[in-house]
């Protein structure tokens, strides 16, 4: 039947490729903590990460046999995964990784996205909310109520959350001061190459 119910994204692969795709996905972001593919494999990817980090979080005799058969490579992962990532999700009750989508990156314009870990040291969204504090104090403006609601999503569960967050807006202070000397342009990528013209 066209159209009906479906449990997960089949990513038209069959089931053994599949598995071993998510697999590679779930082993590069534990390893790198921040990974970017498609907005869909992100999105299956994301659930395969959750339980990995449940498993983790379990600690159990278990739960090491369980993720064995996860992970590529799982005795270089193991011990992050059940040593500090482990230390780092305790007090969270879910929600370890985050999707964000980007613009495309492939040339057949699919839709691209970050798969990242959250209170990791490539949070983006402790970045980007340290980044709006930095610009509202060198304004002299009030920090309004989503910024306020931001502050409070990115230090709920991070173990110093305040001494980090102040550090990170004093770099973005920093570096408005020095007139961006040390930022790099971000040119936009084209995803096409441009074509002479033949005439």
Known sequence: MAGGL?????????????RALLRNLVTSLIEHESISTTW???????RMAEKMISLGKKNTEA?????????????????KLFGPLRERYAE??????????IEPIKEDQAASAILELVDGPRD?????TAKTIAEV????HEINDMTAANIAKVTKFR???????EEMVGRFERLADDQD???????????????????
């Open 6 to 18: 479906v449990k997960y994204r089949h990513l038209s692969r069959d089931s053994a490729h599949r």
């Open 40 to 46: 869909h494999k992100a999105k299956e990817a994301q």
């Open 63 to 79: 739960s090491r046999r369980q993720a064995l058969k996860y992970l590529f490579r799982p005795h270089e992962l193991l011990p």
């Open 92 to 101: 969270r009750p879910g929600g370890y990784t985050r999707v964000l989508r």
């Open 124 to 128: 983006m969204r402790f970045a980007l």
């Open 137 to 140: 104090r060198r304004k002299g």
């Open 159 to 165: 173990q110093n959350a305040d001494e980090e967050l």
């Open 181 to 199: 000397e040390e930022v790099q342009v971000v040119k936009k990528k084209r995803v096409y190459p441009e074509n002479e013209r033949s005439r």
